[in-house]
């Protein structure tokens, strides 16, 4: 089975700082990956997700993440952070191939200071 | 796009009634719809799957006498909590999929209190 661990529960930047937010995920095979944000009692929108091909991933609102297999890592970037971007972001994992329903970490909480 | 509606985004019960949780694909079909659960300052736990026109299929643990799920449509999936306790009390997230393309899109969320 697949596991996802967030090691950060709350990640405090200033507004206009770079952002990286770590994931490390457990899997067998080449996984699928996704980061999703979640704004406070909203659902969760897809910022990107990967599944295969060139490891670093461009996604919306200027995001990006980048694979690396020999860590087991799918850290998730941003070279200059918007007071907007506080919320809680999670890392997930699926199994490649299939329905690969996603496996969640347990959330980073972004707080970002004026 | 890829939109799933979920209704309603907050509600009140008091203990022992039955409330129900709809979701709901709005531009596409969807055979498949998952419910998750997610305490406060917590990860989503994947409650059950939703399937169109057959059982659900519940994660281990999950009470499938307490959490009822009806997928009677290709866009309509709904989640009755019953006999609700403040236990229940908790952020209930609904996704589907529409393709391999858009991956798994999340409805807003609802949000259940029981008192």
């Known amino acids: 089975a697949q596991s996802v661990t967030q090691p950060d529960i709350h990640i405090t930047v200033s507004e206009g700082a770079s952002l990286e937010l770590r994931c490390n995920y457990s899997?067998?095979?080449?996984?699928?990956l996704f980061w999703y944000v979640q704004s406070p009692g909203q659902g969760l929108q897809l910022l990107l997700k990967y599944f295969s091909g060139d490891t670093l991933v461009q996604g919306i609102k200027g995001f990006e993440a980048e694979f690396k297999r020999s860590q087991s890592s799918f850290n998730l970037r941003k070279p200059s952070v918007h007071w907007s971007d506080a919320a809680e972001y999670f890392c997930a994992v699926g199994a490649s191939g299939g329905s690969y329903i996603p496996t969640f970490g347990r959330g980073t909480s972004l707080i970002v200071h004026p | 796009g890829a939109v799933v509606s979920q209704h309603p985004s907050w509600v009140i019960c008091k203990s022992g009634t039955s409330v129900k949780i709809e979701c709901r694909s709005l531009?596409?079909?969807?055979?498949?719809m998952f419910w998750y659960r997610q305490f406060p300052k917590q990860s989503l736990m994947l409650m059950a799957t939703?399937?169109?026109?057959?059982?659900?299929?519940?994660e281990q643990g999950v009470e499938k006498d307490k959490f009822l799920i009806n997928h009677a449509s290709l866009t309509l999936s709904t989640l009755t909590v019953t006999s609700a306790h403040p236990e229940d009390s908790s952020f209930y997230i609904c996704?589907?999929?529409?393709?391999?393309?858009?991956?798994?899109?999340f409805g807003s969320g609802t949000r259940l209190t029981v008192v």
């Open positions: 899997y067998g095979a080449t996984p699928y």
């Open positions: 996704s589907a999929r529409r393709d391999s393309l858009y991956g798994y899109t």
């Open positions: 531009d596409f079909q969807a055979t498949t």
């Open positions: 939703s399937n169109e026109g057959s059982k659900a299929t519940y």
